[in-house]
């Protein structure tokens, strides 16, 4: 895979005005303003670009783009525009909701589990949705990952942050059902194409990726991408922009299992095992009704109900 | 910079601390900034401080998953939250909330390297980390590496943010799981679960750990410590309670001299005074306030725009406000403000003072204002 190139811009904007930007070539502001020149939107979207290393910005709109010019060429392939349709109802683009927790674990945890995942080669079968459909996956995965005992250091710790992620995400703290667990090994060439992780049977509400491989990293790519994504009257789908996140170890990222997702390809020159790009994928599943008894975790912690400190809590407040 | 940060509930009983915490760290000149984080449940008012940034956070005392009522889960809980909304970059004081200031701390510490009191209830074992095996061999069950030293320190302690982010949420966890799996022993919850799980986050982050003397008692004869625990009831010199923190009402009258000489006698001294003070009015009057760091400030055609660090929109200032805006220059208090600007304008004697403390309020709570006692 070719380096990503830096791209040298010099945007003429309405007036006369002139910015110059230096952004990465895989840049979905790039995308967005060749996009907002060749296909003019019904809806005018508001464009910002880092400046002075990320401590500025300069915002302009899309409708404000004359020309641009860069330096080297580009030539964009400028797919189907996300909200070019023509339709009665009201089309909404949105950014994707996450967070991300470096040094989630321990050091001492991450080793552990690192050790577990080296040790653990023949156990690891193929990864499959729904069925194995090698178009969509291609990844290694121990299902019953969920009953270790390993599964538990990043569970009972996931629990520990939910509350504070729910209301990061402005969703209420729910009852829990069950904590789902996976590990997965991304080798050679390895990926997951854009999907999202819920289903009308299957109530996974959160969604998080424990990232774990050995130092030096003996890979690359592998990143996680998460979709804008285009609700037009209620229907959902992923836009072509993303915010892409680094497959760092001992990092772990949530986001609400309704957002679009996407495991880039892995390159492993070695296409060693102990090389590949390890993640623990945790669920957490909303339950149907309260379940006073339920335990989770290590245990302790009976989260088949919201506690009532969070029941009905207006979930974004600002501090005096 | 140093962020002063001590965490209670919302309750009433935990204001007049909070103020007496409040003055205290104003008189000692404590460089920072103060923050007081508040674990609220819906429907709680948010306390207001003068100097202090009150921050809401979340409830965890109950337990939000095991119903143990624990008010450090409260402490744990809000500063994993405060740090994970924040992500300031600095040294961090961690203070209980029956602390006071005898002098500032100026001193700052790295990544990696923790400054704390001695843990003067320490008691090794032959178990887990040294913990007696008596009580914490269910310890093997939950850490990867109990052959971990503990860091026999607890608060007040300085640590670096970026430390304090990456143990807080393992404390959390850790409380939880010594408390309930300790409920049912002889002698109930571990109740020094708080300590016990901090020191064990700490080891298994490999955050090094000095001890230094920050802190201490009511019951000292002399230190050299910049902060006062009055946990403990002041003893007289009989050794019977003259005061007790407990009991105290926030206004009640308060006789020093009832006190031991030493360092409790010194408290009441401190509350006195802060008795006295409060009785006088709202405070104002000694404060003075200070333009915070990075307010930038314009003029576009003869009105005045504040850029707030933080903020995404400008502030315009009304002829009125760019006035009292321009003599907040960190000298003047806001007695001297009132003075200055009714002669510049001709007005009477204390006919602006109800405006003037309006706006600088509102200076204050939108981030441009800091007010520091004069």
């Known amino acids: 895979m070719a380096e990503l190139r830096e791209i040298q811009l010099r945007i003429r904007l309405t007036g006369g005005h002139e910015q110059a930007v230096t952004l990465r070539e895989d840049a979905p502001e790039l995308l967005a303003m060749f996009t907002a020149l060749s296909t003019p939107l019904p809806e005018d979207h508001l464009i910002q670009l880092p400046l002075d290393g990320g401590r500025a910005a300069c915002s302009f709109r899309t409708s404000q783009i004359v020309a641009i010019v860069s330096e080297p060429p580009v030539v964009t392939v400028l797919r189907k525009t996300p909200v070019a349709e023509k339709s009665a109802h009201v089309t909404r683009v949105r950014r994707p909701r996450f967070t991300i927790i470096d040094d989630f674990l321990g050091p001492q945890e991450h080793r552990e589990l690192l050790a577990f995942a080296l040790a653990s080669e023949e156990q690891f079968k193929a990864g499959s949705v729904t069925s194995y459909d090698p178009d969509q996956r291609q990844n290694l995965v121990i299902l019953g990952f969920g009953e270790s005992v390993h599964s538990r250091l990043i569970q009972n710790r996931l629990l520990v942050w939910f509350p504070l992620l729910a209301k990061t995400f402005a969703m209420p703290v729910f009852p829990l059902a069950v904590v789902e667990s996976q590990l997965t090994a991304a080798g050679e060439g390895h990926y997951f194409k854009v999907h999202n992780d819920d289903a009308p049977n299957c109530p996974r509400v959160l969604s998080s990726v424990y990232y774990l491989h050995r130092a030096p990293r003996g890979f690359a790519g592998g990143e996680l991408r998460l979709y804008d994504s285009i609700d037009t009257g209620g229907v959902r789908r992923p836009a072509e922009t993303f915010t892409a996140v680094e497959p760092v170890a001992n990092r772990l990222v949530v986001f609400p299992s309704e957002e679009f997702h996407e495991a880039m390809p892995v390159r492993c020159p070695s296409r060693e095992f102990a090389d590949n790009r390890f993640a623990v994928t945790t669920w957490l599943h909303r339950a149907a009704s309260p379940d006073p008894a339920a335990t989770f975790g290590w245990g302790h912690f009976r989260c088949g109900v919201a506690a009532p400190q969070f029941a009905g809590r207006p979930h974004v407040r600002d501090a005096a | ?374």
């Open chain 2, 1 to 374: 910079v140093i962020y002063t940060v001590f965490c209670t509930s919302a309750g009433a009983e935990a204001q007049w601390q909070s103020e007496l915490l409040e003055y205290s760290w104003g008189r000692a000149r404590q460089p920072g900034e103060l923050v007081r984080l508040v674990a609220s449940r819906p429907g709680d008012t948010l306390p207001r401080h003068r100097l202090a940034r009150v921050v809401e956070t979340l409830c965890w005392s109950p337990h939000p998953y095991t119903g143990d009522a624990y008010p450090p889960y409260n402490k744990a809980a809000a500063l994993l939250e405060w740090q994970f909304a924040e992500q300031i970059d600095g040294t961090v004081l961690l203070l209980e909330p029956q602390c006071v200031f005898r002098s500032s701390v100026t001193a700052e510490v790295g990544r990696g390297q923790v400054a704390g009191t001695a843990w003067a209830d320490w008691s090794p074992g032959d178990g887990p980390f040294g913990l007696p095996s008596s009580h914490f061999a269910f310890l093997e069950r939950f850490c990867v590496d109990r052959t971990l030293e503990l860091p026999a320190v607890t608060m007040p302690l300085l640590i670096h943010s970026c430390d304090l982010r990456r143990l807080a949420a393992r404390w959390l966890e850790l409380m939880g799981i010594l408390r309930a799996e300790s409920a049912n022993s002889p002698t109930g919850p571990l109740a020094n679960a708080d300590e016990v799980a901090y020191a064990i986050a700490a080891a298994e982050n490999g955050i090094r750990h000095d001890v230094a003397e920050f802190g201490v008692a009511t019951d000292a004869a002399q230190s050299v410590a910049p902060v006062l625990d009055y946990r403990r009831p002041v003893l007289s010199a009989l050794g019977e309670i003259a005061w007790d923190p407990a009991t105290y009402r926030n206004g009640d009258s308060v006789h020093a001299e009832r006190a031991a000489p030493g360092v409790g006698r010194e408290l009441l001294t401190l509350l006195a005074e802060f008795v006295a003070r409060s009785e006088q009015g709202p405070g104002l009057a000694f404060l003075r306030p200070c333009r915070r760091k990075g307010v930038r400030e314009g003029k576009i055609l003869g009105s005045l725009f504040l850029d707030i660090p933080g903020r995404a929109d400008t502030v315009s200032l009304n002829s009125s406000g760019a006035a009292i805006w321009e003599v907040c220059d960190g000298d003047r208090t806001l007695a001297e403000i009132n003075r200055d600007l009714e002669a510049r304008f001709g007005m009477p004697s204390g006919s602006l003072r109800v405006d003037i403390e309006a706006v600088i309020g509102r200076l204050e709570r939108i981030g441009a204002l800091r007010l520091e006692p004069a």
